[in-house]
């Protein structure tokens, strides 16, 4: 008898709370495609997950965008490696569209405007010399933003690092200056709590490589 | 468990007894090829799916109410379709059209050649600008490799498809400028005045322009000054001719920047051969201060001002005796101001005003004396009404008051000569799209030449038809008038605007990092002054002629790894019967075949970027007035190939650019006929002195530091 009290209200609050269990299972299931995607590369399947639930996001949510941006961003890094600017391009500008409803939804959130410089560090992958000048100070300027709003944010610092490390030394990069952002993204993400096990939570692991390369390389110029 | 279990159950039934339908089929973009990874999802839910690699899909759903389903790819228009209620199973096929970017749409581009950062659909980045070969930081000689111009070197300034320099006018956010390059005596080439480094955008126009830009017969060079710099940054250049130094200071809405800058040609030219003769060689002096401000409603506020202070003096000899050289001297002092305001007032009305004053002396003294002094001052307004069907409507007003003077004096005579002139005009023009392949820009301009007493109402059309992917044809139509020059308005204002009609197609066709295109161009001239018996005092608007010709340009950046290029080819066929022309011929500045071919490599290991101009002009006519034919004469065909490097480096950790460069790499033999003395010699000759460029070769290093953060080509 008490199972069935149970199950009746667990039926219940089902259909009261669906819309929001639906969500919370559909994001589970995404985040899910997207770890899988980290390991084979290929994001088409969580952008278009995430895309869909972006659509039908319950007010305020603001993770289906931030994740559907960062899935396109990550598509734009796989043209690259093909050698497809164009496609780089394409990739860029809808990653922007997804984040423009991210930011709309949370305006200062350190996770969204990190991603920003991302973007404007992409465009430079699509054509450097003629991008680089433009876009460079952009997204430069934009994880410094997203470190004053989040400064025990890993992510702004990892990117920042990365932006540094692969920018020439002459233009303001180069692994010196890199490698104190990826230091600094380094102790943040052995300290930094996600809120939630759907929250952003990547990066590490290539932070850690790309530490390791800087330091390196570093160590073989001063020899 | 229990529970669980319950629940489990109840699920899969509930879902069962609902029963499902599949809704199935294709995704294609064109007509076989299959959208692969494209993203399909009923509206309102997080079902969907994606489509395999054949673009085929199986998306499960539950039939009760009808639904939405949405397709949504990459770089093409997103779908919506409505699935009817009480439908079991249905087979799809959709057919993706590509997303209306801005590389794919159809653009205005008869006549126009843009450079911009923020526009993808143009031919030219700003940077490409400065990284030509042999344009030195000139603007202007970096546009002369641009098909539709000449390589007049002993000029400098910009002729456009059968037009006189004075025919192209220079606009700076709208603004005119009145004297946009720098002062010298004839045959010495000018520069452009403003450094290329203070623009975000160019728009450089050989024909059938916006009814926004008037007085012009052949040609307008639009220039659009940046906005906020993106940081603080002080910038140091040491050349082998001079040096300079600014600084701009960023806070959150607004930023002010000043430099200045100093050459002198002294040193230069003690150390390498010239053909001229220098008693005080190019000395300028230059300061230069703007500001921004954002305002809180969105609004930019630009102003900026500019002095130029600069002479020189040589021997150099009169052609009305060769033999002996006299001592010849320039002193230019320019001033220009401009203040622009920039405001989106909601998503519908945008609103730009603009003011400038500007300042120009001159003297030069060759046992003669000329002093002559240019003041101007504008306004300017343009409100655009945007619409929700991407059609835009433009209305201006403009106004330009100059005051000329200007004093000659010699053994013989004493010539004083004033006038002033109002310049007052009002345009519309609409912009937008006639379906997804046709564009269409047309206008109406209404000039009032207070001066001349005259109205002229200039109509402008532009279209635009996409063919294909890629392609695109283009037509424009145009009335053109312009005030004749102040060399004729001083000695008689009984005078009217004269007038060119043009006539352009094109045909455009660009795809992945290549681009073609091709134009044909007719140009009527109408009204042109002419100087019966070679008096300005009679000179009357009987005037004519025409120009017509091809434009061929092929730019690209993909086939050559790290290498970019572009050549230029311009076929011109002009003749006019103006000023003092005996008979209609084709005037000393037009050659027939103008060629340009530009080429950039960037070279990782080294930093550094070359750069490599090859320019040849076909030989133009001049005259002698000891033959009985006009312009009968050629001069040898022109030649130049200019180099330079940019070695990106870094100096004490701040970003550093080398830069050098060399004009006429192979020696080329250049000259440029000669010109002769307005009397002949007691033996009833005409005297001449040769035109040859100011050296043979010119050498510039330059190291450029900008001291900041994100500090990029910021000098």
């Known amino acids: 008898m008490r199972a069935l009290i149970f199950l009746f209200s667990l039926v219940l609050s089902l259909s009261t709370f669906a819309q929001n269990d639906r969500y919370t299972a559909a994001m589970e299931k995404a985040v899910g495609e997207l770890q899988a995607a980290e390991q084979t590369r290929d994001f088409s399947a969580p952008a278009n997950t995430f895309e869909r639930i972006t659509a039908a996001a319950p007010e305020g949510e603001w993770l289906p965008a931030y994740y559907q941006s960062y899935c396109h961003i990550m598509q734009a890094v796989g043209a690259m490696q093909q050698g497809k600017p164009d496609q780089i391009t394409a990739f860029l500008e809808k990653a922007q569209g997804a984040l423009d409803k991210a930011k709309e939804i949370s305006p200062e959130n350190p996770e969204i405007l990190a991603l920003q410089g991302y973007i404007y560090t992409g465009h430079i992958w699509a054509d450097p010399m003629g991008n680089g000048p433009m876009y460079s100070p952009q997204s430069v300027a934009a994880y410094q933003t997203a470190i004053e709003a989040g400064p025990d944010h890993p992510r702004a610092y990892h990117l920042m690092g990365m932006h540094l490390f692969y920018m020439p030394a002459m233009y303001g990069g180069g692994p010196e200056r890199a490698v104190s952002y990826l230091e600094k993204a380094a102790e943040r993400f052995e300290s930094y709590e996600p809120a939630s096990p759907m929250h952003p939570a990547w990066g590490s692991y290539f932070n850690q490589q790309l530490l390791e390369q800087a330091t390196a390389k570093l160590e073989k110029e001063e020899k | 468990m229990k529970p669980t279990f319950f629940l489990a159950a109840f699920l899969i039934l509930t879902t069962a007894l609902h029963g499902e339908s599949i809704l199935a089929g294709r995704v294609l973009t064109g007509k076989t090829e299959p959208a692969v990874g494209a993203n399909l999802y009923i509206k309102g839910t997080f079902d969907g799916t994606s489509t395999d690699a054949d673009g085929q899909f199986h998306l499960p759903y539950l039939p009760g109410d009808s639904l939405t389903l949405v397709v949504s790819y990459i770089g093409f228009q997103q779908l919506e379709q409505l699935i009817p209620t009480g439908k079991d199973s249905l087979w799809l096929e959709f057919r993706l059209k590509p997303q209306a970017s801005e590389l794919q749409q159809v653009v205005i581009s008869a006549g126009a050649f843009e450079a911009s950062d923020e526009k993808k659909a143009v031919l030219l980045k700003p940077i490409d600008i400065v990284t030509t070969a042999g344009s030195n930081g000139n603007i202007v000689a970096a546009l002369n490799t641009l098909p539709g111009t000449q390589s007049n070197a002993e000029d400098g300034r910009i002729f456009v498809r059968g037009g006189d320099a004075h025919e192209t006018q220079t606009f700076i956010d709208g603004l005119r400028v009145p004297n946009p390059y720098t002062s010298n005596v004839p045959d010495l080439p000018v520069r452009g005045r403003f450094s290329p480094f203070l623009f ?52 959150e809405n607004s930023a002010l920047s000043a430099g200045v800058d100093y050459t002198n040609l002294g040193p230069y030219t003690r150390l390498v051969p010239q053909n001229i003769d220098w008693e005080d060689p190019v000395t300028a002096q230059g300061a230069q201060v703007g500001f921004r401000q954002k305002m809180s409603n969105g609004a930019l506020l630009k102003a900026q001002a500019n002095a130029q202070w600069s002479g020189f003096s040589m021997r150099h000899p009169l052609p009305e005796n060769p033999t002996e050289q006299s001592l010849l001297s320039l002193q230019n002092d320019n001033y220009y101001g401009s ?313 004490f950790g701040h970003f550093t650019i080398v830069h050098a460069s060399v004009s006429n790499v192979l020696g080329f033999e250049q000259s440029f006929g000669e010109r002769f003395g307005n009397q002949p010699d007691p033996n009833g000759r005409f005297t001449s002195t040769a035109i040859r460029p100011p050296a043979p070769r010119f050498f510039f290093v330059g190291v450029f530091v900008s001291i900041g953060e994100g500090s990029t080509f910021s000098n």
């Open chain 2, 200 to 251: 975000k955008g160019t728009a450089f126009s050989t024909g059938g322009y916006s009814a926004a830009y008037g007085d012009a017969l052949s040609s307008a060079l639009v220039l659009q000054t940046k906005d906020l710099p993106e940081a603080s940054v002080t910038s140091l250049s040491m050349m082998t001719i001079g040096a300079g130094v600014s600084h701009t200071e960023r806070w």
């Open chain 2, 339 to 651: 203040a622009t305001y920039h405001q989106l007032i909601n998503e519908e009305w945008q609103l730009d005003a603009g003011l400038a004053a500007g300042y120009d002396s001159e003297r030069i003294d060759q046992r003669f004396s000329v002093d002559r002094s240019n003041a101007m001052m504008q306004g300017r307004a343009v409100a655009i009404r945007y619409f929700e069907n991407d059609w835009a409507l433009k209305l201006g007003t403009e106004w330009i008051h100059s005051d000329f003077e200007e004093h000659y004096q010699d053994t013989e005579s004493d010539i004083q000569s004033a006038f002033q002139e109002d310049y007052i005009s009002a345009f519309a023009e609409t912009e937008g799209y006639l379906g997804e392949k046709v564009a269409l820009r047309a206008g109406l301009r209404a000039d009032r030449y207070n001066l001349l007493d005259a109205n002229r109402l200039s109509p402008r059309l532009s279209l635009a038809y996409k063919a294909g992917q890629g392609g695109q044809f283009a037509f424009a139509y145009g009335h053109f008038y312009q005030a004749p020059q102040q060399d004729w308005l001083r000695f008689t204002q009984n005078l009217s605007p004269e007038r060119a009609d043009h006539f352009l197609v094109n045909y455009q066709y660009r795809k992945g990092g290549r681009t073609i295109r091709a134009e044909l161009y007719h140009k009527e001239y109408q009204n042109l002054v002419q100087l019966p018996a070679g008096t300005p005092w009679l000179a009357e608007n009987s005037g004519e002629g025409y120009a017509r010709g091809l434009d061929l340009f092929y730019r690209d950046r993909v086939s050559i790894p790290n290498g970019d290029f572009w050549v230029s080819y311009s076929y011109l066929d002009t003749e006019r019967h103006y000023e003092d022309f005996p008979v209609a011929t084709t005037p000393d500045f037009a050659a027939k075949h103008n060629l340009s071919v530009v080429y950039k490599h960037w070279i990782q290991e080294l930093q550094t970027n070359v750069g490599l101009t090859y320019t040849l002009g076909s030989p133009r006519p001049y005259d002698d007035p000891n033959t009985p034919r006009f312009n009968d004469l050629r001069t040898p065909t022109f030649q130049d190939l200019s180099l330079n490097l940019s070695y990106l480096t870094e100096l």
